[in-house]
């Protein structure tokens, strides 16, 4: 194998999976926002779930795609499949999940059975994982395939927000939060009541013209069984899929409410929200250097070398751009939903006069 620092690696390790791994490759093509991946395996149960994932997101066959993924399963994982180098520096540190990097590389390990290697200048990526790891559509995506992808996608000036995204009048509210502070409450109340959706837990954010832009990465709705007491539509939904690894159920929002997603909005609103234990809700302003440190924490940071910089230029730019507030959400959801709604219909009004007064 060549030098760590080498930008062959990622292709040699691709003949390398190609020779050991041959037979029928399967073949996936997505536009995500405009940059292109395509995803290549020897797994019929891995092209299924990453295309299940960016089924949003339909792609055509091109030569040069933007991002390139080669993704083998194997029966066992060797450290002749892209060992980590003793000398490379670890960027994040999440249990099982550690992401290391030197030089243009990046190193993805999950546990000891899952390896993925990317070249950040040259936007290709290389992974094996041992058949017995990927259990479910959801550790193909979110352990094998996203971390590095989203990587990639920074590269491309794609930045991920762990936030979900409501839309009303062009103009989007952005809910910054950990699991568990009731995003996808917020969520289905607010789709219930007439909001376009963007996400429930991810949105990528993109400078356009001086400001920021919000992009749609409409994955399932991930709920808790006191969200399903919460929010009775939620009967109606009749392809749930249980995740016993994070206690939730999983569906497709569009099963419920067709024609919800919306594809960009520009963000007018950061909120943190938390769940607080009364009846109505309350909101209180905070400075945009509070939320920007705040957003900090939910932007997928990782403190990448190749990106830091202009990562912190993202979401700098969205904290000057919107107005940011913490919501302390009641049980009252009616309540929930005209707190937002003020929230919103102030900030476009803020805008409007904004407007008017540059002109």
């Known amino acids: 194998m060549t030098s760590d620092n080498d930008s062959s690696a990622v292709a040699e390790l691709v003949e390398r999976g190609?020779?050991?791994?041959?037979?029928?490759?399967?073949?996936?093509?997505?536009?995500?926002?405009?940059?292109?991946?395509?995803?290549?395996?020897?797994?019929?149960?891995?092209?299924?779930?990453?295309?299940?994932?960016?089924?949003?997101?339909?792609?055509?066959?091109?030569?040069k795609p933007d991002i390139e993924?080669?993704?083998?399963?194997?029966?066992?994982?060797?450290d002749s499949l892209g060992e980590i180098p003793a000398k490379a520096t670890m960027l994040y540190d999440w249990g099982m999940v550690k992401i290391y990097h030197q030089g243009p590389l990046r190193?993805?390990?999950?546990?000891?059975?899952?390896?993925?290697?990317?070249?950040?200048?040259?936007?290709?990526a290389v992974g094996f994982a041992e058949k017995e790891l990927l259990q479910s559509d959801w550790l193909v995506t979110n352990l094998f395939f996203y971390p590095l992808w989203g990587q990639l996608l920074k590269e491309c000036g794609l930045f991920p927000l762990h936030a979900a995204g409501l839309v009303k009048e062009g103009r989007s509210c952005l809910f910054l939060g950990r699991?568990?502070?009731?995003?996808?409450?917020?969520?289905?109340?607010?789709?219930?009541?007439?909001?376009?959706?963007?996400?429930?837990?991810?949105?990528f954010l993109r400078e356009k013209d001086g400001r920021i832009e919000?992009?749609?990465?409409?994955?399932?709705?991930?709920?808790?069984?006191?969200?399903?007491?919460?929010?009775?539509?939620l009967s109606r939904v009749q392809n749930f899929t249980v995740n016993e690894l994070r206690n939730k159920s999983s569906f497709s929002i569009e099963e419920l409410y067709p024609g919800c997603v919306v594809d960009t909005s520009e963000?007018?609103?950061?909120?943190?929200?938390?769940?607080a234990e009364v009846q109505s809700t309350t909101v209180a302003p905070m400075s945009r250097t509070e939320a920007l440190a705040l957003a900090m924490r939910y932007g997928y940071f990782f403190l990448d070398p190749s990106t830091t910089g202009r990562h912190f230029e993202i979401l700098s730019l969205l904290a000057r751009q919107t107005?940011?507030?913490?919501?302390?959400?009641?049980?009252?959801?009616?309540?929930?939903?005209?707190?937002?709604?003020?929230?919103?219909?102030?900030?476009?009004?803020?805008?409007q006069t904004s407007g008017e007064e540059k002109e």
Not at 69 to 78: A, E, G, I, Q, R
Not at 267 to 275: G, R
Not at 324 to 351: I, M
Request: aromatic fraction near 8%.
């Open 18 to 63: 190609m020779a050991r791994h041959g037979g029928e490759i399967h073949t996936g093509y997505f536009d995500f926002h405009g940059v292109l991946t395509r995803t290549l395996t020897n797994s019929e149960m891995v092209d299924r779930a990453v295309a299940g994932f960016l089924r949003a997101f339909p792609g055509k066959e091109a030569e």
């Open 69 to 78: 993924f080669h993704l083998f399963t194997v029966d066992k994982l060797d």
């Open 107 to 124: 190193y993805l390990q999950v546990d000891t059975r899952a390896r993925v290697i990317a070249d950040v200048e040259k936007r290709t």
């Open 179 to 203: 699991s568990g502070s009731g995003k996808s409450t917020l969520t289905l109340h607010l789709v219930k009541n007439g909001y376009g959706l963007l996400s429930d837990d991810t949105v």
């Open 214 to 233: 919000a992009l749609s990465f409409p994955e399932e709705i991930n709920v808790s069984e006191q969200t399903m007491e919460l929010i009775p539509e």
């Open 267 to 275: 963000p007018a609103l950061m909120v943190f929200p938390e769940i």
């Open 323 to 351: 107005r940011c507030f913490r919501l302390y959400s009641g049980s009252d959801q009616k309540e929930l939903g005209r707190a937002v709604d003020r929230l919103l219909t102030g900030s476009l009004e803020e805008n």
